[in-house]
């Protein structure tokens, strides 16, 4: 069975600085894709990035990116100069494009003023 | 685009009554919709699946005379969470695709409250 693992459950982050949020995962498919999203308190789900397994360049917006390592199934979210509003809990999420998603148990983000 | 909405965003209600919860796909159609449920400081666990027209597929665990589930339409899915116990209170979210069932878009979530 597919699981997703967030091991850092709170990380902080002084503002302007970057950040690195780790998920690993584990599928036997070779074909899936790879989420991040961010709720904020308004508990709105908010797609921050997404990747595609078979994709080797990793996504990047803007001030997010990932590092996609498929062979160690880890996915990082970095964010770079971190603003006040990056402040929520983040959830990475698997999906093998049937139609399951499947939530880690999420990061609490504070962003230091 | 891809909007997704629910009403109500909140909602207390006795024990034992039954409470209707509304997912709308505002500009697209939905061929699939999902419900979640979300326990303070958890993550989301899938409930069920709803494609229109049919029968909605159940996650392992999930009672589903208890949490009915209907979609009616390509924009519309309800869940009923029928006889409800404190134990239901807890935030409900869902989410629909349009197609590419790679990507969902969420709902904005309902809170529910039985007292």
């Known amino acids: 069975a597919q699981t997703v693992t967030q091991s850092q459950p709170e990380m902080s982050v002084q503002e302007a600085e970057t950040v690195t949020l780790s998920c690993t995962y584990d599928?036997?498919?070779?074909?899936?894709?790879l989420f991040w999203y961010k709720q904020p308190p308004s508990r709105q789900m908010i797609l921050v990035i997404r990747?595609?397994?078979?994709?080797?360049q990793n996504a990047t917006e803007n001030r997010f990116s990932v590092n996609f390592q498929k062979a160690a199934k880890s996915f990082s979210l970095k964010i770079s100069d971190s603003q006040l509003g990056d402040a929520a809990m983040y959830f990475c999420?698997?999906?093998?494009?049937?139609?399951?998603?499947?939530f880690g148990t999420g990061t609490r983000l504070k962003v230091l003023a | 685009g891809a909007v997704v909405s629910q009403h109500p965003s909140r909602v207390i209600c006795k024990s034992g009554t039954s409470v209707k919860i509304e997912c709308r796909s505002l500009?697209?159609?939905?061929?699939?919709m999902f419900w979640y449920r979300q326990f303070p400081k958890q993550s989301l666990m899938l409930m069920a699946t709803?494609?229109?027209?049919?029968?909605?597929?159940?996650e392992q665990g999930v009672e589903k005379d208890k949490f009915l589930i209907n979609h009616a339409s390509l924009t519309l899915s309800t869940l009923t969470v029928t006889s409800a116990h404190p134990e239901d209170s807890s935030f409900y979210i869902c989410?629909?695709?349009?197609?590419?069932?790679?990507?969902?878009?969420f709902g904005p979530g309902t809170r529910l409250t039985v007292l």
């Open positions: 709803s494609n229109e027209g049919s029968k909605a597929t159940y």
């Open positions: 500009d697209f159609q939905a061929t699939t």
């Open positions: 989410s629909a695709t349009a197609g590419d069932l790679s990507e969902q878009f």
């Open positions: 990747q595609e397994a078979y994709k080797q």
């Open positions: 999420a698997y999906s093998d494009g049937t139609y399951k998603y499947i």
């Open positions: 599928t036997s498919e070779s074909d899936y894709y």
